[in-house]
């Protein structure tokens, strides 16, 4: 069983920087991709960055040049460094780690951007 726990979320202005961590317990944490994912009121949920287990990056449009995700297998955490930050990124943030059979989620963090 795989449990991720998000943390670093909460409220800043706008142009400001957040670190998220997602922490997770198991053994196949090193072996798998971690994605963060976001999700704003009344919007569906949407992939904002990933990570392979080689650290192979990916990241939307949207967030190109401003968030870094970041893996420390020895910590089982993966990071999401976002700086210049707009109203727009505000959302609750998910870790989400994919084993290829199943696909475990956290629970949330909240990040607002608003002044």
């Known amino acids: 069983q795989v449990q991720l726990v998000e943390s670093g979320g909460g409220l800043v202005q706008p142009g400001g920087s957040l670190r998220l961590s997602c922490a997770a317990s198991?053994?196949?944490?090193?072996?798998?991709?971690v994605g963060w994912y976001r999700q704003a009121p009344g919007k569906q949920r949407e992939l904002v960055a990933r990570?392979?287990?080689?650290?192979?990056?990916y990241y939307a449009e949207s967030v190109k040049g401003r968030f870094t995700i970041s893996r420390d297998n020895a910590k089982n955490t993966v990071y999401l460094q976002m700086n210049s930050l707009k109203p727009e990124d505000t959302a609750v943030y998910y870790c989400?780690?994919?084993?290829?059979?199943?696909?475990?989620w956290g629970q949330g963090t909240q990040v607002t951007v608003s002044s």
């Open positions: 989400h780690l994919d084993s290829g059979l199943v696909g475990y």
């Open positions: 198991g053994r196949i944490f090193r072996d798998n991709a």
């Open positions: 990570i392979s287990s080689g650290s192979n990056t």
